[in-house]
């Protein structure tokens, strides 16, 4: 718990710090002048539809787990979606959010590799719509602005993502390949561990060749039987990214801006390519500084300090603010489970010799 303090302390701090800078150099009297003239009802609708896209992603997620034969409600699956946005926000790459998402599936009696599956498939969905948007974006891109130091970053996330798409798909093909990988690290690295681990780390392994036989089954399951729930899935992605996308737009009408749409979706889609890249938690400082190099093509100087706060506090602010009281709510709910259970417990526990009240006691004759 301490070490995640941490990182949202840091997280919190750098996004600060670089929203501080952009603002201090960009602002001027115009900017002044802007903030006189906001309109304060799109910012308000740029909130609603950022909460909107927390549904709409629960929906895919429950529609993927339908496709495995596992139900579970939109309630449910939502505070899943939001606790994990919480955790990715406060650790290192944003690489929380996916493993709290399969623990807490798997906490719905959904299996571990099943899990896994789903959460994968909703990874997968996404890069495969930014990847699709990728050569519509650097088109615009290119006939706009010729940064070669930002083109060299933007190469290196892509040939880091597409590197790490590439090993899943492997893994998808040579399952066995990946069993025997993993084995094959472990018995190099038991001998420094010591014998007496030697039934654990057997047992562990174990479970991992069947957590990775119930993943390549799921997957095997979504493009078969599980096709409808898929089909729901692409579909439920294509929405959530055009909700999200359109939070900058409604910021810049706010902010008396007329953007052009596909430029705004276009520097997201460049963004969210440059944000798989950094260690910071939450990407704070690289998601500020690579959002006012991208806006700066079609944002008003004065302004675009505004306008990145803005649209980080949305994105980001927002997320931690309703994902850590979401996080609680599902905390304390557990408590609550974990005393019922136990409480229950108790009351069933039966004395080995009861003995009956006095006033129950049969009468001397």
């Known amino acids: 718990m301490n070490?995640?303090?941490?990182?949202?302390?840091?997280?919190?701090?750098?996004?600060?710090?670089?929203?501080?800078?952009?603002?201090?150099?960009?602002?001027?009297?115009?900017?002044?002048?802007?903030?006189?003239?906001?309109?304060?009802?799109?910012?308000?609708?740029?909130?609603?539809?950022?909460?909107?896209?927390?549904?709409v992603?629960?929906?895919?997620?429950?529609?993927?787990?339908?496709?495995?034969?596992?139900?579970i409600s939109l309630a449910r699956?939502?505070?899943?979606?939001?606790?994990s946005v919480f955790a990715a926000g406060i650790t290192p790459s944003s690489a929380g959010g996916e493993p709290l998402r399969v623990h807490m599936l798997h906490q719905n009696k959904i299996p571990v590799g099943k899990a896994t599956a789903i959460?994968?498939?909703?990874?997968?969905?996404?890069?495969?719509?930014?990847?699709?948007?990728?050569?519509?974006?650097?088109?615009?891109?290119?006939?706009?602005?010729?940064?070669?130091?930002?083109?060299?970053?933007?190469?290196?996330?892509?040939?880091?993502?597409?590197?790490?798409?590439?090993?899943?798909?492997?893994?998808?093909?040579?399952?066995?390949?990946?069993?025997?990988?993993?084995?094959?690290?472990?018995s190099r690295v038991s001998p420094f561990i010591g014998k007496r681990t030697d039934t654990t780390i057997s047992h562990i392994l174990e479970q991992v060749d069947r957590e990775i036989d119930h993943f390549h089954e799921s997957i095997r399951v979504f493009v078969s039987d599980g096709r409808k729930g898929l089909f729901y899935g692409i579909v439920y992605t294509f929405v959530f990214w055009?909700?999200?996308?359109?939070?900058?737009?409604?910021?810049?009408?706010?902010?008396?801006?007329?953007?052009?749409?596909?430029?705004?979706?276009?520097?997201?889609?460049?963004?969210?390519?440059?944000?798989?890249?950094?260690?910071?938690?939450?990407?704070?400082?690289?998601?500020?500084f690579g959002a006012a190099s991208l806006f700066s093509v079609f944002v008003s100087p004065s302004i675009l300090g505004i306008a990145v706060l803005t649209w980080r506090a949305l994105t980001y602010y927002l997320n931690l603010l309703v994902g850590g009281f979401v996080s609680l709510k599902v905390l304390k709910d557990m408590d609550m489970i974990k005393k019922l259970i136990g409480d229950s417990t108790e009351n069933r526990r039966v004395p080995e010799n009861p003995q009956l009240p006095h006033s129950e006691l049969p009468e001397a004759p």
């Open 77 to 83: 699956m939502t505070e899943i979606v939001i606790s």
């Open 119 to 186: 959460v994968f498939g909703e990874r997968l969905l996404d890069a495969f719509f930014i990847f699709a948007s990728l050569p519509f974006a650097l088109h615009i891109y290119g006939d706009m602005t010729s940064n070669y130091e930002f083109d060299a970053a933007l190469l290196t996330a892509n040939a880091l993502v597409f590197l790490i798409l590439l090993c899943f798909v492997y893994s998808l093909w040579k399952p066995e390949k990946v069993k025997s990988a993993i084995h094959h690290g472990v």
């Open 3 to 55: 070490r995640y303090k941490k990182w949202l302390i840091v997280s919190l701090l750098i996004s600060a710090a670089s929203v501080a800078i952009l603002t201090i150099f960009t602002f001027d009297t115009e900017t002044v002048e802007a903030l006189r003239r906001i309109k304060p009802e799109y910012i308000i609708a740029a909130a609603v539809i950022h909460v909107v896209s927390y549904f």
């Open 242 to 288: 055009a909700v999200e996308f359109s939070l900058l737009v409604l910021i810049l009408m706010g902010l008396s801006e007329t953007p052009s749409i596909p430029t705004v979706f276009a520097a997201q889609v460049l963004l969210v390519v440059l944000m798989l890249v950094p260690a910071t938690p939450g990407a704070s400082g690289v998601a500020e």
């Open 57 to 71: 992603w629960g929906f895919r997620s429950r529609a993927l787990c339908k496709a495995l034969g596992y139900e």
